[in-house]
Nanobody, 126 residues
Framework: QVQLVTSGGGLVQAGGSLRLSCEAS????????VAWFRQAPGKARESVAA????????VYADFVKGRFTIAKDNAHTTVYLQMEGLKPEDTAVYYC???????????????????WGQGTQVTVSS
C-alpha cells in the first residue's frame, strides 16, 4: 500500500507560483503512476496532471498546459506539481493519488487511482 503525504499549499497572489509535493511516507514511488487532482468548494473534482511510473509520460488537463509542470524526483520518493501563473480559479484543495498497480500508464481518470493523500489548500487571491 502506498501512503502519500501532500504539502506545499498556501496563499498566493494571482500570477504567483507554488510547488506542491506528494511524498511516499513509508517508502518509495518506484513503479507507481501518480496524478494530481483538485476540488474547489461546490465543484466537482478536476484532474490536473499525471506522471507515469518511469517519469517519461506526462499528461495534463487543458486548463493547466503551459502553467503547471509535474515531475518526479530521481529517487522516486516524491512527485511535484510546479504551478506558475496562478489564477483565482485555481483555488482548490489539491490531492495527489497513486494507481494501485505498478507500471501503469498515466491517466487523468480519478477512478484509476486507489491511494490518496490528504490534500493541501491552494488559495489564489486576485
Amino acid at each position: 500500500q502506498v501512503q502519500l503525504v501532500t504539502s506545499g499549499g498556501g496563499l498566493v497572489q494571482a500570477g504567483g507560483s507554488l510547488r506542491l509535493s506528494c511524498e511516499a511516507s513509508a517508502g518509495t514511488l518506484i513503479g507507481y503512476t501518480v496524478a494530481w487532482f483538485r476540488q474547489a468548494p461546490g465543484k466537482a473534482r478536476e484532474s490536473v496532471a499525471a506522471i507515469n511510473w518511469s517519469g517519461e509520460e506526462l499528461v495534463y488537463a487543458d486548463f493547466v498546459k503551459g502553467r503547471f509542470t509535474i515531475a518526479k524526483d530521481n529517487a522516486h520518493t516524491t512527485v511535484y506539481l510546479q504551478m506558475e501563473g496562478l489564477k483565482p480559479e485555481d483555488t482548490a484543495v489539491y490531492y495527489c493519488a497513486s494507481r494501485c498497480e505498478r507500471f501503469a500508464p498515466a491517466t487523468l481518470s480519478h477512478h484509476e487511482y486507489g491511494f490518496w493523500g490528504q490534500g493541501t489548500q491552494v488559495t489564489v487571491s486576485s
